[in-house]
């Protein structure tokens, strides 16, 4: 699968927290009548009975009440209640109630992973890998993933299957990681039936069987996972060329913020495959793409408001070179030669940005130090241009 640029172990924290670790739906709820149940776990609770505060939470994050979630929970967790404490983790992890904020979602869960639960253990271990609230350290990550499986947490024996799978941090063994993976599979893992199906898709120390690896991935999608695992089942039908599966799932993985599948889906809109061309739903897709750090999103939509591209490919009609600018140099800083060059140049021109000689001769050189072959290239190019002009003076 050549064209999934994608790094294979994104079955971390993004992935993981939105879908295997939790299914979360920021919906709230039809308020109902409060009921004998809740009349009387409230007077517990109000008498400062923290198991109650924190079963009034659980009742509350079930009902999509999220504001009496958090109440509760954060009551409950003021008196040190180490499951509130993952509780408001992930209140602050997917933004519920209160503003999203990993960092605080990350010390919540730390005081739980710290206090011993397994699932905070887990989410730890996850941010430590993704850099996500807390600076990088697949060493921390590793070992807050061992912790939890210390503790039979299934979903963190897939994410240690995803270790060795990846060679991150161990050696490579990919007998260990089927092996982990089968075993957390077993018992409704997500995270191991991600790492079979990766293993299967991709011929990792076994036959690649496509048909194996959806199996899997459509299992990890019914636990939970509805972002990464329903991409890459679009990646392989669309491997296949089975368009119109292809286009189903990877509109269900766009759906749920998985930026590939935006990327994916931009282009059917864009080449009118299976689908009618439509300029906007492109536009609309390929904008989620790039918000998501897609590399190639943000180059193309460098490319599609740039008034120099729009010059010679009529494809190209947005002109707006402050949004060429921006999405350029985000492309530039992720490492793509020919984004470095092209916002060197626009430096140089003062054209979307101001003009800066400087910053213009240091992203040109970047790009050229980044990609030899392609300023070779651009240097022909130019000195190609430059020739026609001398001769056309000449005459």
Same mark, same amino acid.
């Given at each position: 699968?050549?064209? /999934?640029?994608?790094?294979?172990?994104?079955?971390?924290?993004?992935?993981?927290?939105?879908?295997?670790?939790?299914?979360?739906?920021?919906?709230?709820?039809?308020?109902?009548?409060?009921?004998?149940?809740?009349?009387?776990?409230?007077?517990?609770?109000?008498?400062?009975?923290?198991?109650?505060?924190?079963?009034?939470?659980?009742?509350?994050?079930?009902?999509?009440?999220?504001?009496?979630?958090?109440?509760?929970?954060?009551?409950?967790?003021?008196?040190?209640?180490?499951?509130?404490?993952?509780?408001?983790?992930?209140?602050?992890?997917?933004?519920?109630?209160?503003?999203?904020?990993? +960092?605080?979602?990350?010390?919540?869960?730390?005081?739980?992973?710290?206090?011993?639960?397994?699932?905070?253990?887990?989410?730890?271990?996850?941010?430590?890998?993704?850099?996500?609230?807390?600076?990088?350290?697949?060493?921390?990550?590793?070992?807050?993933?061992?912790?939890?499986?210390?503790?039979?947490?299934?979903?963190?024996?897939?994410?240690?299957?995803?270790?060795?799978?990846?060679?991150?941090?161990?050696?490579?063994?990919?007998?260990?990681?089927?092996?982990?993976?089968?075993?957390?599979?077993?018992?409704?893992?997500?995270?191991?039936?991600?790492?079979?199906?990766?293993?299967?898709?991709?011929?990792?120390?076994?036959?690649?069987?496509?048909?194996?690896?959806?199996?899997?991935?459509?299992?990890?999608?019914?636990?939970?996972?509805?972002?990464?695992?329903?991409?890459?089942?679009?990646?392989?039908?669309?491997?296949?060329?089975?368009?119109?599966?292809?286009?189903?799932?990877?509109?269900?993985?766009?759906?749920?913020?998985?930026?590939?599948?935006?990327?994916?889906? #931009?282009?059917?809109?864009?080449?009118?495959?299976?689908?009618?061309?439509?300029?906007?739903?492109?536009?609309?897709? /390929?904008?989620?793409?790039?918000?998501?750090?897609?590399?190639?999103?943000?180059?193309?939509?460098?490319?599609?408001?740039?008034?120099? $591209?729009?010059?010679?490919?009529?494809?190209?009609?947005?002109?707006?070179?402050? +949004?060429?600018?921006?999405?350029?140099?985000? #492309?530039?800083?992720?490492?793509?030669?020919?984004?470095?060059?092209?916002?060197?140049?626009?430096?140089?021109?003062?054209?979307?940005?101001?003009?800066?000689?400087?910053?213009?001769?240091?992203?040109?050189? +970047?790009?050229? $130090?980044?990609?030899?072959?392609?300023?070779?290239?651009?240097?022909?190019?130019?000195?190609?241009?430059?020739?026609?002009?001398?001769?056309?003076?000449?005459?």
């Amino acid at each position: 699968m050549k064209e /999934m640029s994608r790094n294979i172990l994104v079955l971390c924290v993004g992935a993981l927290l939105s879908g295997c670790a939790s299914n979360v739906n920021n919906k709230r709820a039809i308020q109902e009548p409060i009921s004998e149940y809740e009349k009387l776990a409230i007077a517990e609770a109000n008498k400062g009975n923290v198991d109650a505060q924190l079963e009034l939470g659980r009742f509350y994050f079930k009902s999509k009440d999220y504001q009496k979630t958090y109440e509760w929970c954060l009551k409950a967790a003021n008196q040190g209640n180490t499951k509130a404490y993952g509780m408001l983790s992930t209140m602050y992890y997917h933004g519920l109630y209160v503003k999203q904020d990993r +960092k605080k979602a990350f010390d919540w869960a730390l005081k739980a992973a710290i206090n011993g639960d397994a699932n905070g253990q887990l989410l730890i271990g996850s941010m430590y890998f993704d850099g996500d609230g807390v600076e990088k350290d697949y060493k921390k990550a590793f070992e807050w993933v061992q912790k939890s499986v210390a503790q039979n947490n299934y979903n963190a024996l897939g994410m240690l299957a995803a270790f060795y799978m990846n060679g991150i941090y161990v050696p490579k063994n990919y007998k260990k990681a089927f092996e982990y993976a089968s075993a957390a599979a077993e018992h409704n893992g997500c995270m191991g039936r991600r790492v079979l199906g990766m293993m299967y898709c991709f011929g990792y120390g076994i036959e690649k069987n496509n048909a194996k690896a959806l199996e899997h991935f459509k299992r990890a999608f019914s636990l939970g996972d509805k972002a990464f695992s329903p991409s890459i089942i679009g990646e392989i039908y669309n491997e296949l060329k089975n368009y119109p599966k292809a286009f189903e799932w990877y509109m269900k993985a766009a759906k749920n913020g998985d930026g590939i599948a935006n990327f994916r889906v #931009a282009n059917f809109y864009k080449q009118g495959v299976y689908v009618k061309k439509d300029h906007n739903k492109f536009l609309e897709h /390929m904008t989620k793409a790039a918000d998501a750090n897609i590399l190639e999103a943000l180059f193309l939509l460098g490319l599609y408001y740039n008034s120099e $591209t729009n010059a010679v490919n009529k494809d190209f009609v947005g002109r707006d070179d402050k +949004k060429a600018f921006k999405y350029l140099l985000k #492309a530039a800083e992720l490492g793509s030669a020919w984004a470095q060059i092209m916002v060197g140049i626009m430096f140089g021109e003062g054209r979307g940005t101001e003009k800066n000689k400087e910053l213009g001769e240091y992203w040109v050189m +970047k790009g050229c $130090t980044n990609d030899p072959a392609l300023a070779n290239k651009i240097g022909t190019k130019i000195q190609q241009e430059l020739d026609k002009l001398n001769q056309k003076k000449t005459k």
